[in-house]
């Protein structure tokens, strides 16, 4: 459970240990290999598409529970949104100084709340397209496919929805998808490179971590 421990999160101290919790980690490496396979290996609506969103809502959501649960270094507040100390931050990153942070430095903690946002989106937009049909629901319309029973398939219309306002919808939410996809790749990129900048700046492996636990150098 939650320990007992506080932390100020925009004050950097010398060097705390790097702790990463159980829950972090998995969340973590769990969620970027969604977003990972969904945006770049696999087909957009197959089934293994809608299966790793649901993985990826499903970590999303423990994430964000464990963020007002969880141990002080996961806590939202431990690393709130400062703009202000974020380009603080920056510029101390440019001049090859950073401080130490005992969660996340300011400027990955917006980069972790765009994170955060763009997928929500793009898991909500993902449920409009396919109607909130879970991955069993998925399996079980293509199998219907595959045999020929397109009666399975025919959804009752609520009466209140043109098929145009649906269409229009659809348009939409598919539009929306793939930009949010689009910029969390962008955001994955920038982050990758923002923890080789910090790591180099801190002299300090910040992946080691995330992979296992917890390192006190
Ligand atoms: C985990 C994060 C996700 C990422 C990065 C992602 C990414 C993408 C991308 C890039 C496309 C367009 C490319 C293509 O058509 O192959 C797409 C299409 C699609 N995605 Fe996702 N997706 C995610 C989550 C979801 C979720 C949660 C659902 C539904 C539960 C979903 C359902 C769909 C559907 C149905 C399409 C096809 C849209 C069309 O008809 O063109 N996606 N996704
Ligand atoms: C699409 C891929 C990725 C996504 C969506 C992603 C997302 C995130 C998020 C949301 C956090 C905050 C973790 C939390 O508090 O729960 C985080 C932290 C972190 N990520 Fe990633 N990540 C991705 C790929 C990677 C990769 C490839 C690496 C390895 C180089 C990496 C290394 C880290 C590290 C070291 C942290 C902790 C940073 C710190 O010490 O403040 N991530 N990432």
Known sequence: MASPRTLTAATPSIAPPSIRDPVVRLTHWGIAIAVLGNAIVNEGGSLIHVTLGWLAMALLVLRLVWGVLGPAEARFSAFPPNPAAALRHLR??????????????????????AFWAALT??????LILTGGATPMQVAADKAAVASGDWSALIKESDGESSDDEETGLRHTAEEVHEVAANLLLLLAALHVFGVVAEGRAMRRNLVAPMLLGERRK
Not at 92 to 113: I, K
Not at 121 to 126: E, N
């Open 92 to 113: 101390q990153l440019a001049r090859g100084r950073v401080g130490h942070y005992p969660s996340h430095n300011p400027a990955g903690a917006l980069m972790v709340y």
């Open 121 to 126: 989106v793009v898991i909500v937009t993902g």
